[in-house]
């Protein structure tokens, strides 16, 4: 499984700012930024991401999956805050 094909899949289905995909063979970890985020608590934010992967965890391209989702704000923010605003996690 690329991490494109990942990225790709999770911006169309959940019209996305941006996802950054990171992986060590089938371990993924997904950081996705986007405003649908806003109106839902953590649990229901990973539930949405992971519905969009699921066909991927049951045919084990994807062993595991580590998600943090972000508001665009909550990202500005976070990345301010640890000074990388211009860097990729």
Known sequence: ?????????????????TAYITND???FQVIVVGEIFSTMNRLKQH???????MAYIA?????SLSIKTYTPEEWKQD???KGTAGNVP
Request: hydrophobic fraction near 40%; charged fraction near 25%; aromatic fraction near 2%.
């Open 1 to 17: 499984m690329e991490n494109n094909e990942i990225k790709k899949v999770l911006i169309e289905a959940l019209a996305l700012e």
């Open 59 to 63: 045919d084990n391209r994807i062993h």
């Open 47 to 53: 539930q949405a991401v992971y519905s969009q992967l």
């Open 25 to 27: 063979g089938s371990h």
């Open 79 to 81: 990345r301010t805050l």
